[in-house]
């Protein structure tokens, strides 16, 4: 009987194991040694295993190189390169992306994890849905790995107005249906380049919140240093008046919106646990 339940376990995992086709990963890189190797390992933890891990080095000047090539070495599903010079998170991302051979994209930065079965359940999610934009909650932890007791959530539902007005999903929550949504390209902004991506993504579907912790973003020393609020808000700036490409009055509405939006989603949708 024993061996006819670890049978059917089996043929559980088998049916519970679709493939939903290849997941290309973008993960741009810089100056990342003490985090990347147990970024790659949480890649390779992944219950889906249809993948490709898309490195786009901008040009580290530590030991990020060595570190990525020792693993691409071992397994050809990890696929490597350097920017020929130093070009910011906009424009590495965007390397990456035309590398992309995948249906599915998804995004995970340097210091970033992911938890094991990340890719299974959001794929299943979209699929099952027919959903082409998705994200999904996540919770926070500090550079050595201390839980720092911040769950993030967000609204089911984020239409293309709602992501004007606040960011909502973190960049290693996100996925989408290259078939449905096609290449996405954003310009050279150096902040907010991640959200400049989810507002041409959102022209070609809403993005819907998956209910379900599945990573672990990392607050660095550099991103909890507190800075002064106009430069908070002033960065904004440039996501809509460049990227966006609107006229300065707009793009000025769009960054007061925008602060309101973030104080929403921190007041209610932040949780400290």
């Known amino acids: 009987m024993a061996r006819f339940r670890k049978i059917g376990r089996l043929s559980e995992s088998f049916i519970k194991m679709q493939d939903y086709g290849l997941v290309s990963i973008i993960t741009p ?8 190797s147990e970024t790659i390992k949480s890649v390779l933890a992944q219950t889906y295993q249809n993948w490709e891990l898309l490195i786009q080095n901008d040009c580290s000047t530590d030991n990020t190189d060595r570190i990525v090539r020792s693993f691409a070495e071992k397994d050809e599903r990890i696929k490597y ?15 990456a992306l035309r590398r992309a051979k995948g249906r599915w994209i998804a995004f995970l930065d340097s210091d970033d994890l992911w938890l094991p079965e990340k890719l299974e359940r959001q794929l299943r999610f979209m699929s099952e849905n027919n959903y082409a934009f998705s994200y999904h909650e996540y919770t926070e932890i500090g550079e050595d790995n201390q839980k720092l ?51 041409k993504v959102v022209k070609k579907s809403p993005c819907y919140l998956l209910n379900d912790n599945l990573a672990l973003y990392r607050r660095r020393k550099k991103s909890i240093t507190p ?30 919106l925008n602060v309101f939006g973030n104080g929403y989603k921190k007041l209610f949708y932040v949780k400290h646990v």
């Open 29 to 36: 890189a810089l100056d990342c040694e003490k985090f990347i």
């Open 81 to 95: 390169e350097t920017n020929p010079v130093n070009a910011g998170a906009a424009v590495t991302r965007n390397a």
């Open 149 to 199: 007791g911040v769950y993030v959530s967000g609204i089911k539902k984020v239409s293309e107005f709602a992501m004007y007005a606040c960011c909502w999903p973190g960049c290693l929550s996100v996925m989408y249906d290259v078939d449905r949504v096609g290449l996405i390209q954003v310009a050279d902004v150096k902040k907010n380049n991640d959200t400049a991506m989810w507002l």
């Open 227 to 256: 800075k002064p609020l106009w430069k908070k808000i002033w960065a904004h700036y440039p996501l809509f008046r460049i990227a966006e490409q609107m006229n300065p009055l707009r793009a000025a509405f769009w960054v007061m």
